[in-house]
């Protein structure tokens, strides 16, 4: 009873509106536009992510989630190296999270053999892979001019949740309205990545939603554990050549 009357205390009410109003001003901090920029080359931001989608393995005998939020980036990003070697200095920069720190580096997960206990270990695991790999890749791209970088963007009210019961969607809306990120703030970090003069020649690092350098957790760095996902996901999605000998340098 007493609980229930905490829980319609009036005073909620303006401390919910202080609280939104302070973080609504402490993330306004960062202007995009006062960064300075001088672009050259080329830059891929290789983004996308789903937390609502079912632990299900395709017909190609892939975990979709795995697949949607980290397979598919590791393809596309090997497709396009090529282009970016040639238009270097460029930069690859992958959108991870903060929640990669309760990840997984379980590469069964990649063909559903295994899977994670639920949707949040999976989506966790899934932003666990996205440093991994960047660091891997910032490995393997070195001398070549083209950096890599992932960042979390922090919690920014999108359409994640699209996958989600109407009454999930409903309180991740209400919460998104009054706590977090806006899109555009959420695209921040992502911004100062991928243009920012100060992040020139940075490559195989991680940022925070508050575009500061930030460790990311110790799994994450583990450059035997990265090299394990790469393989097996080159096997996975068929890539061959080891990603070792530019195929450019071998045309040239
Ligand atoms: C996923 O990550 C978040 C943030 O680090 C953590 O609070 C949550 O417990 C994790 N979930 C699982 C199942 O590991
Ligand atoms: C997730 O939601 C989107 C948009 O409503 C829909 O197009 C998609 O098919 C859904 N995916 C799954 C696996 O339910
Ligand atoms: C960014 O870095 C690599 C892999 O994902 C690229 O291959 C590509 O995989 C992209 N996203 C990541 C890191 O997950």
Redesign the pocket.
Known sequence: MELLALCWHPLWVPCTLVLSVVLWARRAAWRPAACPVDLRGKTAVVTGA?S???L?VTPEGLS?IFATNYLGHFLLTNLLLDAMKASAPSRIVNVSSFRHQAGEANVQFLSGKEQPKNFNKAYNSTKLMNVLFTVELARRLQGTGVTVNALSPGMVHT?IM??FSWWVRLLFHLVGILFLKSPTQGSFSTTYCAVSEEVEGISGKYFDSDCRLALPSPLARDPAVGRKLWEASEKLVGLHDGGREPASRKVA
């Open positions: 789903n609502g989608l079912p299900t979709l359409e699209q996958n």
